[in-house]
């Protein structure tokens, strides 16, 4: 694996941070920080594994190391969450075709001062390295498979019913924040390799490929890798030293206690009712 830093000439360029500073640092920063936003609101209920919501394959493989989904169920999930993330992509080129014909003059291109590749995959920061990245997208998904593990575990705390899902979009706006400047944290090999199978074929060519020393596929191994990372990492330390026994049978003696205290009230009145029939 490369340690060398990728090219900074075929670097995505974010238009509207160039218009703001010219400084490359706050440039870089913005112009992720701006791909973050623009990811959170639509991510916000994804991939709640508690029944469904399979919408990553990285979370996908968790479940399938955990033994909560059937693994022949698995390469089913992924080529949904493909399709869709492809339909996607097409549905917001169409919407902003006119929008995209204008910006860039009927010229698609993932580099340079028009570029809008990015808008549909991710890209990398010029600063960052190919092992930078895979370590990058190991963490984060790593981080976010815990995370959703926690929140979904029955037999851990987890959070409140019908909560789950602000609570996974909170921790998914913690990650793109503190973790979203290298590459705008893809932490999904669909929602990266879906869009840019669409941009390869709606225009943009193979260059969304071969751009950045051929950085698609870290945004496609490092999540898988990362989410079993974070599902092992879980089931070690979580898991593993949970009870076999459920809480119903503490519940039981209070049970019986409540009865025996029925039967004493009843027996009691039935001693008060003889005692006035006698007098």
């Given at each position: 694996m490369s340690h060398h830093s990728f090219n900074a000439a075929e670097r995505p360029v974010c238009v509207q941070s160039r218009l703001i500073t010219h400084s490359q640092h706050h440039e870089a920063a913005l112009c992720h920080q701006k791909q973050c936003l623009q990811r959170v609101p639509g991510r916000v209920p994804w991939?709640?594994?508690?029944?469904?919501?399979?919408?990553?394959?990285?979370?996908?493989?968790?479940?399938?190391?955990?033994?909560?989904?059937?693994i022949w169920k698995f390469p089913i999930y992924?080529?949904?969450q493909m399709l869709g993330a492809f339909v996607g992509a097409a549905a917001v080129f169409g919407l902003y075709y006119d929008a995209f014909m204008?910006?860039?003059?009927?010229?698609?291109?993932?580099?340079?001062?028009?570029?809008?590749?990015?808008?549909?995959?991710s890209y990398p920061g010029r600063h960052l390295t190919v092992l930078g990245g895979f370590v990058d997208?190991?963490?984060?998904?790593?981080?976010?498979?815990?995370?959703?593990l926690a929140v979904v575990d029955g037999r851990n705390i987890g959070a409140p019913r019908g909560v789950e899902?602000?609570?996974?979009?909170?921790?998914?706006?913690?990650?793109?924040?503190?973790?979203?400047?290298?590459?705008?944290?893809?932490?999904?090999?669909?929602?990266?390799?879906?869009?840019?199978?669409?941009?390869?074929?709606?225009?943009?060519?193979?260059?969304?490929?071969?751009?950045?020393d051929y950085w698609w596929w870290?945004?496609?191994?490092?999540p898988l890798v990362g989410g079993v990372a974070g599902a092992v990492i879980y089931f070690l330390l979580i898991e593993l030293h949970h009870t076999n026994h459920s809480d119903k049978p503490h519940e039981e003696p209070e049970e019986e206690e409540e009865e025996d205290e029925d039967?004493?009230?009843?027996?009691?009145?039935?001693?008060k009712y003889e005692m006035i029939n006698m007098s």
């Open positions: 991939d709640l594994c508690a029944g469904g919501g399979h919408l990553n394959p990285a979370v996908s493989l968790a479940m399938v190391i955990l033994g909560k989904l059937k992924v080529t949904a204008d910006f860039t003059s009927g010229i698609l291109s993932v580099t340079g001062i028009n570029a809008t590749g990015h808008i549909f995959a997208q190991v963490v984060g998904t790593g981080m976010l498979v815990l995370c959703i899902p602000l609570a996974v979009g909170l921790i998914l706006l913690g990650i793109s924040v503190s973790m979203g400047l290298n590459c705008g944290y893809p932490l999904n090999p669909a929602r990266d390799l879906g869009p840019r199978l669409f941009t390869a074929a709606a225009g943009w060519g193979m260059e969304v490929f071969s751009t950045a870290i945004p496609v191994a490092g039967e004493d009230e009843d027996s009691s009145l039935k001693d």
